[in-house]
């Protein structure tokens, strides 16, 4: 005797994938940086804030570094979302480790790859000399 069964409502799972992208050369600064993360998501509406969490200590968390959200607007497609966050007020000479995010309604929250960069070492023209 054999059982066969078969889904007859089978529904996708949601998910919701948070991808940190390198942090591009021209887009950094010696107090700033330009960082993007890309969210893939079946359940937007389940999310409350996206941004970038950074220290410069290894793996930043909502928890343990500084965070910078971004204004949520639903991602047209599948493909996802791009999402640009400007960090100001850093440090020159430093290297930061940069992780995008996403929180949820629910309290939980999704990290991306973590990415690093440094920023720029201040320049005679950062700070022209008064004669």
Not at 8 to 19: E, G, N, Y
Not at 23 to 44: G, K, P, R, W
Not at 71 to 80: E, F, H, I, V
Request: net charge positive; aromatic share 8%.
């Amino acid at each position: 005797m054999s059982l066969i069964l078969f889904c007859t409502a089978c529904q996708l799972q949601a998910q919701t994938k948070v991808t940190t992208l390198p942090v591009s050369d021209s887009s950094i600064h010696q107090s700033s940086a330009a960082c993007l993360l890309n969210v893939q998501t079946t359940e937007f509406d389940n999310i409350s804030e996206w941004g970038i969490v950074y220290s410069t200590n290894h793996n930043p968390t909502i928890e343990n570094g500084l965070k910078q959200t971004a204004q949520l607007q639903k991602p047209s497609d599948a493909r996802g979302k791009q999402v640009v966050v400007w960090l100001t007020d850093l440090t020159s000479k430093t290297t930061y480790y940069v992780r995008g995010f996403v929180k949820m309604k629910n309290g939980n929250v999704i990290y991306g790859n973590e990415k690093s960069f440094a920023t720029k070492v201040p320049t005679d023209t950062d700070h022209p000399r008064r004669k």
